[in-house]
């Protein structure tokens, strides 16, 4: 499904059927979160200790 059209069914639905207080609370919060991860990452540097290295891949014979 194209996001754009998933998004827009998204936002129907609050529209329609609005969530609790706390639930909307609850998603606020999260998308603070994912804005606030961002914002770090693009100004600050994301830190060496939060990088995962990959380990090289066995070539089997």
Partial sequence: MDP??????FLTRLVRNPPSRQR???MLAA?????????????IGWPDWATLERSPRMIRP
């Fill in 24 to 26: 909307a609370m609850m």
């Fill in 4 to 9: 754009l059209l998933r998004l827009s069914v």
């Fill in 31 to 43: 998308l603070l979160i994912c804005v606030a991860l961002l914002l770090v990452e693009r100004f």
